[in-house]
Each structure stands twice: as structure tokens, then as C-alpha cells.
């Protein structure tokens, strides 16, 4: 399947609110996937969309190993992904608590954390709405990249210092009912070095990072399905700032 047609494919699954199956949908390697990805977000730029920033996928070990995947990838956050309730148009939401980092400039490839660090704006409390177009969220890298790694929404709390994101813990909950915990050294390390690794990859396909981008750096816990009715929040607690909540409900 040519890029152009494989992004109509998911383009109209998403419009229509229908699954498809990877299986029966031949992406190519992780580079025809990014160019999927490119065509789909053409498309939903032209309806009147504008991008907002970059949504980092995989960054932490429990997300590699709760979708089966072995690597980070990107995709692209659209105006029409910040929200603050799940609609109709989600079909099959799950959420992920994450650190939201503000840019100003961009730190350029091969850059360390105070670089990035320095290049922020600030940092956000977020919580990640996951919406993936394939049944099941049965996918391998390449159909999750083509789909602009499931990229569907973003709630942003409250801003959060800079300082020693990596030792920020958060708690998850889903109707009250604590599920995960994690701590924000489980994005890549540290936050910001998804940042240095985002820059490296933009720059390979001859794109940057701009002042005002939003890039949220990936999941600190494991994704929870957010069904009908129900609540998931995440508490963000750390000795500099006390605590923030952010929450989201369908």
C-alpha cells in the first residue's frame, strides 16, 4: 500500500470511528511509516488543525513492554488534540500520566539535559489520552509510528519547576483506585533527554524544534483504558512544588 493510501485508510478509520487490523494493512519499514504519518497529518492540518508540538512514545520500559515494542518513536500534537474531557470520537482511549516540557528554542541534537533544560520555557503536569486506530492496540513500531504513535489527546495541568523532573513521583488513579506509580527518571532517563533525542530525530528528516512547541516526553506508568463514565487522574508530587493533580474523564 503506496503512503497516500494508507493514510486515507486511517485517516477515514479515525473519522468514522472504526478499528482496522494490522495485519491486513502493510505499512513498510519505520520510514514509509513516518511518511504515513506525514500524509495523515496533512490531512487533518488541511480541515483547519495546526500543530502544536511532539508527542514522544515508548520512552519508558513499562510502555515498551506492556505494547510489546522495542523503541521510542514521535508523533505530532495537534490543536485539536488538547482537550479536557474524552468524547465520542475516541473509540478505544487509554491514559498515561506524563511531563509536559514547554521549549523556547531548540537544543539541537546530541544536546545534555541542563542544555535542554535551558532551551525550556517550562514544565507542565499532563496526562496523555492514547487512541489507537488499530483493534485491540495490536500493532508492531511501524503501524503505531503510521499512526502517529496514537496520538488522540492531551490534558496539561498545572506548570512545575524545572529543576529535578526526574526525581518527580506520580501516582495514578482510576476512579480512586490507586494502579501505578512511577517517577519521572522513567521518561528516558530524565525528561529532557527525550527532548535531545526528539531534536536528533527532527533534524535527520530536516525539521526542528520551534518556540512554543509542547512536547510531551512519555508515559510514566503503564497506559489504563478510561471507559465510559469513569475518571483516571494522576497525582505529581516532589519536594519543590508539593503536589499537582490532573485529571480526565469520559
Not at 61 to 89: K, Y
Not at 150 to 169: F, H, N, Q, Y
Amino acid at each position: 500500500m503506496d503512503v497516500e493510501s494508507a493514510a486515507e485508510l486511517l485517516d477515514g478509520a479515525h473519522l468514522r470511528g472504526v478499528l482496522l487490523e494490522a495485519v491486513d494493512v502493510r505499512v513498510g519499514g519505520l520510514a514509509a511509516a513516518y511518511g504515513v504519518q506525514d500524509a495523515l497529518t496533512a490531512r487533518r492540518i488541511a480541515r483547519g488543525a495546526t500543530r502544536v508540538g511532539w508527542k514522544l512514545g515508548y520512552t519508558s520500559a513499562v510502555m515498551r513492554a506492556q505494547m510489546g515494542i522495542s523503541e521510542p518513536n514521535f508523533g505530532p500534537l495537534l490543536s485539536s488534540m488538547l482537550v479536557d474531557a474524552v468524547d465520542d470520537r475516541f473509540v478505544q482511549p487509554r491514559v498515561e500520566p506524563e511531563i509536559a516540557l514547554v521549549l523556547g528554542s531548540d537544543p539541537g541534537p546530541g544536546a545534555g539535559i541542563d542544555d535542554v533544560l535551558g532551551a525550556c520555557r517550562s514544565a507542565r503536569v499532563a496526562l496523555e489520552v492514547v487512541d489507537s486506530v488499530w483493534t485491540g492496540y495490536s500493532f508492531d513500531l511501524e503501524h503505531n509510528t503510521a499512526d502517529g504513535s496514537s496520538a488522540a489527546g492531551v490534558v496539561l495541568g498545572e506548570v512545575i519547576p524545572l529543576d529535578r523532573l526526574d526525581e518527580v513521583a506520580v501516582t495514578m488513579q482510576v476512579d480512586g483506585v490507586e494502579v501505578a506509580h512511577g517517577r519521572g527518571a522513567d521518561a528516558s532517563g530524565h525528561p529532557a533527554l527525550g527532548i535531545a533525542w526528539l531534536s536528533a530525530r527532527l533534524a535527520e528528516r530536516g525539521l526542528a524544534l520551534h518556540d512554543g512547541d509542547v512536547v510531551i516526553t512519555g508515559g510514566l506508568t503503564a497506559a489504563y483504558p478510561l471507559d465510559r463514565g469513569s475518571t483516571v487522574a494522576a497525582t505529581f508530587a516532589h519536594d519543590g512544588f508539593g503536589s499537582r493533580t490532573v485529571e480526565v474523564s469520559r
